[in-house]
């Protein structure tokens, strides 16, 4: 599930820039949310689900939490290159082994922790961040990868209870709510940049492509939560690194763009990770000592 909803997020997320030339981040995220919080209530009605939590304040906990990330990591694109706001974000496996380990007392095995640092290895080698260029503000997306990290932690030890559908209906509603604000103070005091952009009025394209992504996000979104809700979280967010491997995908048969040499070793890379954690979980689950 964690796969497929990579593969199907890395797809749509390449049409953000086509969004970017008729509206700002913030507009495009408000009409998002506008468009996705129905679907979760028809889905609701069609399956007999309903979007109400079953345990209130952890649903909002872990809502906030993922909002905060993605929230963060939308911001830092604003002062700093994709690579580095991607690379930052892309450390929250780290941060949900730290967690797993320092509030929930799960053991991870030497095999565990070395896949998840291969795991991160590798994505700095798909994304190829200017070490140059590194700054106090690249800290900023490693906050991202805190709370988005916390919060996929927080789907199984929370809201394991919660169905996937409430979930994903949980965390729209909150950055909504969130990129609503932000529109808001943009549109105060307006600025040229895509994160800076004041409200405009849509036009028919920014529509279209806005729906095109909401559908893709909210059946990865769903993928995603129920993934985290049943499964590992150290596991599971190993196997979120295919993002980049999916997305470097895309970019060539889109767009023509190539991947170089050290990108190609950064995805065979994380391929390994996601073996050896699964191997090392497999091991887990069968009662053996991880190595």
């Not at 507009?27 to 689900?49: N, S």
């Not at 906990?61 to 963060?72: D, F, K, P, T, Y």
């Not at 985290?228 to 690194?241: D, H, K, M, N, S």
């Not at 994380?270 to 699964?278: D, F, R």
Request: charged content about 10%; overall charge positive.
């Amino acid at each position: 599930m964690a796969i497929v909803a990579s593969a199907i997020l890395s797809f749509v997320d390449n049409f953000v820039g086509l969004v970017a030339e008729e509206a700002g981040l913030w507009q495009f995220q408000v009409f998002r949310a506008l468009m996705a919080l129905p679907i979760f209530w028809a889905i609701g009605l069609v399956t007999r689900r309903s979007l109400r939590p079953k345990h209130l304040w952890r649903w909002l906990g872990r809502s906030l939490a993922v909002s905060a990330g993605l929230l963060i990591y939308f911001a830092s694109l604003g002062t700093l290159p994709v690579a580095q706001a991607g690379a930052g974000l892309f450390s929250a496996p780290l941060w949900v082994a730290l967690f797993s380990v320092a509030l929930f007392g799960q053991r991870l095995g030497g095999l565990g922790v070395f896949a998840i640092f291969a795991g991160f290895g590798g994505a700095l080698m798909l994304l190829q961040p200017d070490i140059a260029n590194v700054s106090a503000a690249s800290l900023l997306p490693m906050a991202a990868g805190l709370f988005y990290g916390l919060g996929m932690m927080l789907t199984g030890q929370w809201c394991a209870r919660e169905s996937p559908l409430s979930l994903a209906f949980g965390v729209f509603l909150v950055f909504g709510i969130a990129s609503a604000a932000m529109l808001i103070a943009t549109s105060m005091a307006p600025g040229e940049s895509f994160i800076s952009r004041p409200f405009v009025l849509p036009s028919l394209r920014f529509l279209w492509l806005t729906a095109f992504q909401v559908v893709g996000a909210v059946i990865a979104v769903i993928l995603i939560a129920e993934a985290y809700r049943t499964g590992t979280a150290a596991l599971v967010a190993v196997f979120e690194y295919s993002f980049l491997i999916f997305a470097c995908l895309w970019a060539y048969l889109l767009w023509g763009l190539p991947t170089n040499a050290i990108a190609a070793t950064g995805i065979a890379v994380v391929v390994a990770a996601g073996i050896l954690m699964a191997i090392n979980e497999r091991r887990r689950e069968s009662g053996a000592t991880a190595v």
